[in-house]
């Protein structure tokens, strides 16, 4: 069974100290069911990637067992998936060989250990008790861009149909630690099985893993019974230290809830439809100095630092962690100083007057009103229309009509638990163009991606300018 982890941040060979692996050598590891191995397939300053590959020995697992054989009897014990797919043994692996990596610390850049970086994890083959759907709904909440490739049980005979195997791969941007724990927990989860017998340690084990995360899930209940092999008496201690003792973090439950909003959109690739109308809107009013307000994990920040015609760019977000976020995805730190100079990230509320926001030409508002209490409303038009006055402003918005195109949004609901509020078209319109006459701009407005004859768009966008 293999695992590849790959970055491209620079230096990528920095993966060998977040990892305490030396790239220029091969390392292996004896484990009780095995080897496991440790390589790089690749090593530049560009991409790096690293693999850890386990040696499964079937023998050894039969000596060693301990319990009843099961249903299938002992010729299970030796004809089956253990020694070729992800599973416990690879959780039990990245604890032992990478155990470092999954605490979060290394002595030669303990900076680099808590910074969010971009990572690529790929399992060759895993199998997956719920097909693909279940691998999605365990990892896009988290933030992860999921692909998966899937297997048919006999190519031979296709009427078989297809098998329970895939080969994932994983995208995002964020510590090393965090990836690591993610799959530590959740691929005897998919798999549903673990080699091991499970016991009051386990549920030391999950909380310590996952209370940082696992307690706004949307699939938590299925990932404790899995991990804890479904049995009720752990589960429920489980459940109950969840509740009382992992509140999850306010700026981390705010990523996360934006995630799932992601994940609601992402059938129709929305949120690159926005990044690209956002910017063409942007691009009609001719800015050289552009603040993005609520600008997130930084990318539309990303798509402006890429057209030379924007000389300074300024991202503003209440949350630390996602100006973090930000701050990685830009590879700020390895920017030349020209381009580095271009962008400044800062924390701010929007509600608030800030004389730093002042003097702008053009400012760009992407799926942030929605957040905002109705009562504050009048604070943030004035915030941003009256007193930082940019010479444009292009705002997106839900168009709440669209939602009963989403299938994995429940009749009725908001696409993010945290919108207090989401417009129809006309309720678009109109506040829209109640804020340009009181504060001297015009609007126009305009649809953003795929359009329903009845419904409209799914994002509506107004450009404001005076």
Wanted: aromatic letters at 8%; one cysteine or more; charged letters at 25%.
């Amino acid at each position: 069974m293999l695992l590849t982890i790959t970055t491209t941040y620079e230096p990528a060979t920095d993966l060998g100290y977040l990892l305490h692996k030396n790239p220029a050598r091969v390392q292996s590891f004896s484990l009780s069911f095995g080897q496991a191995h440790v390589f790089y397939p690749e090593a530049s300053p560009e991409r790096s990637t690293a693999a850890l590959l386990l040696d499964v020995d079937p023998v050894n697992l039969v000596r060693k067992r301990r319990g009843p054989a099961g249903e299938q009897g002992l010729l299970a014990q030796y004809v089956n998936d253990r020694p070729y797919v992800a599973s416990s043994f690879m959780s039990v692996a990245i604890a032992r060989v990478f155990g470092s990596a999954l605490a979060g610390k290394t002595k030669e850049r303990p900076e680099l250990a808590k910074a969010p970086i971009p990572l690529q994890a790929k399992l060759a083959v895993v199998p997956s008790r719920g097909g693909e759907d279940l691998i999605r709904r365990l990892f896009e909440p988290l933030g992860y861009s999921v692909a998966t490739q899937g297997f048919s049980l006999d190519e031979q005979f296709p009427d078989w149909g297809e098998s329970d195997y895939f080969t994932v791969t994983i995208e995002t941007v964020r510590c090393l630690s965090e990836l690591l724990t993610h799959l530590y927990v959740l691929i005897p989860v998919l798999d549903d099985e673990k080699h091991y017998w499970v016991t009051d340690d386990e549920v030391e084990k999950l909380l310590r893993r996952g209370g940082e995360w696992l307690a706004g899930h949307p699939e938590q209940e299925l990932i404790v019974n899995r991990y804890l092999k479904h049995q009720r008496k752990l589960a429920r201690q489980a459940f109950l230290r969840l509740l009382e003792e992992d509140q999850p973090d306010p700026d981390e439950l705010e990523a996360f809830r934006a995630r799932e909003e992601e994940t609601v959109e992402a059938a129709i690739g929305l949120n690159e439809l926005r990044v690209g109308a956002v910017l063409a809107a942007l691009k009609t009013t001719s800015p050289k100095r552009v603040l993005d307000l609520g600008c997130g994990d930084g990318r539309l920040l990303e798509a402006l630092l890429k057209e030379k015609s924007f000389e300074e760019i300024v991202g503003v977000d209440v949350s630390y962690r996602a100006l973090q976020v930000a701050h990685a995805r830009l590879r700020l730190d390895s920017l030349p100083p020209a381009q580095k100079n271009r962008v400044q990230l800062i924390q701010g509320a929007l509600t608030y007057r800030d004389k730093r926001l002042v003097g702008y030409d053009a400012a760009t508002v992407v799926e942030v009103v929605e957040h905002i209490d109705p009562p504050r409303l009048t604070a943030f038009e004035r915030a941003l229309f009256q007193f930082a006055r940019p010479g444009a402003v292009v705002l997106t918005t839900p168009n709440k009509e669209y939602n009963v195109k989403f299938e994995r949004l429940p009749a009725g609901s908001l696409r993010h638990r945290d919108h207090r509020f989401e417009w129809t078209r006309q309720e678009f319109a109109d506040w829209a163009e109640d804020v340009a006459a009181r504060f001297g701009y015009v609007v126009r407005i305009l649809p953003v991606g795929p359009e329903d004859p009845s419904l409209g768009a799914p994002t509506q966008m107004g450009v404001f300018t005076r």
